[in-house]
């Protein structure tokens, strides 16, 4: 179990290089996604890796007098990784209009890497508007033609249902993880459930399945310690938290028992439909995956992520929540009053991290996450 936990957590560490290292050995193209609401289906079933481009670690520098300050982390990272030279390798970049920030990143990737085909495609943001399916299905088909042009082949439908039975079945496979760490029949902490998901949106999806059935043969039934407050985590939208910060619980004497982060349970939530017309499947998973995690980047008027959350902590049998707020995410800040009014109303402990891509002051982080673990300890045994 061990040696496989590792091989992810290797490639959720250098993704770019197990991309080059994919290219190489295997001849085929690289196409890297911005996150959050393009399926891979179709990159892959276009015969290309499709791979979710990642922020790293290192501080941002080249790009830092290209971008704002006031963007987030993730996009000042992409652009300085742009900058530096990371992407030259890709094939395309495939781009999409989540937040306002995002598309400023995409003119100055596009500005920079000339000789890089950049696909834009605009995906509804009003999912329960009358006319969302037909500009759904018009996006996707253009995305299709595109993927065409570039690899100069023809994309049949039944690559596409190929490709989505592949992806449905390795989110199964996280899903089930999911599943029996919630139970607590095993024990995973909460930066190895990220080095899964992670993986999961950059390594060769058969590959990534072929050592997740092996995985879930050898988990072994370790629930954790039964003084372990058992947490809930929200946030990070587009990219993966800081590896600290998820250590930070466990070590504070907490257990992270469900989440809804997008390198977590958000990005393997909802499956295709693998019957019809692949359009029309891919359309209503885009529309409907909203229904299994609020977006806040989406908007359906009978949806609210606060009673999401409530359902959720419930759900999961967490004590508490914490919010991992990306600094300068303008979707989750303005949701976050009513994230928090709606857990204070409950009496439900709930601890807000604002994170950032530069270092944090983790020993003050440390102290904050003693006093909320303490406290909804506290509430549990009165």
Not at 147 to 175: C, P, Y
Not at 225 to 252: F, M, T, W
Request: aromatic share 8%; with cysteine; proline share 4%.
């Amino acid at each position: 179990m061990k040696d496989i936990l590792a091989k992810f957590e290797a490639v959720a560490a250098n993704p770019l290089e197990y991309a080059r290292d994919f290219k190489r050995d295997s001849g085929k193209r690289v196409i890297g996604l911005f996150p959050m609401h393009f399926p891979g289906e179709l990159a892959h079933a276009a015969g290309a890796l499709p791979i979710v481009l990642q922020a790293d670690d290192e501080p941002v520098t080249i790009g830092q007098g290209s971008v704002f300050n006031f963007y987030c982390g993730y996009n000042r990272s992409i652009v300085d990784q742009a900058m530096r030279g990371e992407f030259a390798f890709l094939d395309a970049i495939l781009f999409g209009d989540h937040c306002v920030q995002l598309l400023g990143t995409a003119d100055i990737i596009r500005d920079h890497l000339p000789d890089t085909p950049i696909l834009f495609n605009q995906l509804i943001s009003i999912i329960d508007a009358e006319w969302a399916m037909e500009e759904t299905q018009g996006t996707f088909r253009q995305l299709w033609r595109e993927l065409e042009d570039l690899t100069g082949e023809k994309i049949s439908d039944d690559q596409v249902r190929h490709s989505i039975g592949i992806f449905n079945r390795n989110r199964a496979l996280i899903r089930q993880i999911y599943d029996m760490r919630r139970a607590g029949r095993i024990a995973l902490t909460g930066s190895q459930m990220q080095h899964i998901v992670k993986s999961s949106m950059i390594m060769d999806k058969e590959t990534h399945t072929a050592l997740l059935e092996e995985l879930v043969a050898k988990l072994e039934a370790a629930p954790p310690a039964n003084n372990a407050v058992r947490v809930y985590l929200s946030g990070h939208l587009c990219h993966a938290a800081k590896l600290p910060i998820l250590d930070l619980v466990e070590e504070c004497g907490g257990v992270v028992v469900d989440d809804d982060l997008y390198t977590g349970y958000r990005y393997i939530a909802a499956d295709v439909e693998e019957t019809g017309s692949p359009v029309d499947a891919l359309s209503r998973w885009y529309l409907e995956k909203n229904k299994k995690i609020p977006c806040p980047t989406r908007a359906d008027k009978d949806l609210d992520w606060e009673d999401f959350l409530l359902a959720q902590v419930d759900k999961s049998g967490a004590q508490g929540l914490i919010v991992l707020m990306v600094k300068f995410c303008e979707p989750h800040m303005y949701f976050y009053p009513e994230i928090k009014e709606a857990f204070e109303r409950r009496g439900i402990p709930h601890l807000m991290i604002e994170t950032e891509h530069e270092e944090m002051p983790m020993e003050a982080l440390k102290t904050r996450m003693e006093t909320f673990l303490e406290i909804a300890k506290r509430r549990v045994a009165a």
